[in-house]
């Protein structure tokens, strides 16, 4: 006797409805893809890139001699200090004016005017350093010819301590330390769905500046960052998160966990 074999389809329908409601919508599986694509883009970056060619000779050099500390060799605050925070608190005053004073913007402008007056300080206690190894220098010159008393041997060797104090390297770090080539543009880099969520844009916030950079425009090699050179590694993960997804939604078609 043969028996009969009954076959149900609605659970088959069901699994292929929520196949096409992924395809229809691979929104939640590009989002996991940026968190990847950002993440590898900003650490190819930071670590120099690939194939990148590297800083020219001139800007290695003026680096390798630039400080990070406040004052610069010449004994001034680096312009690019007083710019930035004098640009900071211009910004902070006009919301105030704009909005309103609030205790969060009264904090950030005193703290404003108090870095600008950490960098008068400086530039005055490099200002006097400078104006001792002046006076040092004199005195020691004075008493070249000789022949020297004790007060005048003491008042020597006192001069060339100060001026050994005067010539101390106070620049801190050299700038080529922590100056990586294109060390801001991770910061700026971003993605975003388009086209109703089923296309993923990784762009950079720096608009033509990472763009010259990214193609190499005249003077500025090419040093690329988008697309990332482990685009064959983010497709195959790519598959990988739709292979899961969509065999998710054969298996359990309510709905994505």
């Known amino acids: ?41 900003r650490a190819n970056i930071k670590a120099g890139g690939t194939g990148w060619p590297p800083y020219a000779e001139s800007t290695r050099k003026r680096l390798e001699a630039t400080g990070t500390s406040q004052v610069s060799a010449k004994g001034t605050i680096r312009a690019d200090r007083i710019k930035r925070t004098l ?8 919301q105030a004016k704009k909005t309103g004073w609030t205790p969060d913007l009264s904090t950030k402008i005193d703290k404003l005017r108090k870095r600008l007056g950490s960098y008068r300080k400086a530039e005055a206690v490099a200002a006097r350093r400078g104006e001792r190894a002046a006076k040092a220098e004199h005195t020691i010159d004075s008493l070249r010819s000789g022949p ?31 100056h990586p080539l294109l060390n801001r543009i991770p910061g700026t880099i971003r993605s975003k769905l388009i086209d109703d969520g089923r296309t993923l844009y990784v762009y950079s916030r720096a608009g033509i500046v990472g763009a010259i950079h990214n193609v190499g425009v005249g003077k500025t090699p090419k040093r690329q960052f988008l697309p990332p050179p482990n685009m064959p590694e983010v497709m195959a993960y790519f598959k990988e998160l739709m ?3 969509l065999g998710q939604a054969w298996d359990s078609p309510r709905g994505r966990r």
């Open 148 to 178: 020297l008393t004790a007060k005048d041997s003491r008042r020597a060797d006192r001069a060339r301590a100060t001026l050994a104090d005067a010539q101390k390297d106070r620049l801190g770090k050299r700038q080529a330390e922590n």
């Open 1 to 41: 006797m043969l028996e009969s074999v009954e076959f149900q389809s609605g659970d088959v329908r069901a699994s292929i409805r929520a196949l096409r409601e992924r395809l229809a919508n691979p929104a939640p599986v590009l989002r996991e893809l940026a968190r990847k694509v950002t993440a590898d883009v």
């Open 87 to 94: 640009k900071q608190l211009g910004r902070v005053e006009k």
């Open 243 to 245: 292979e899961s997804d």
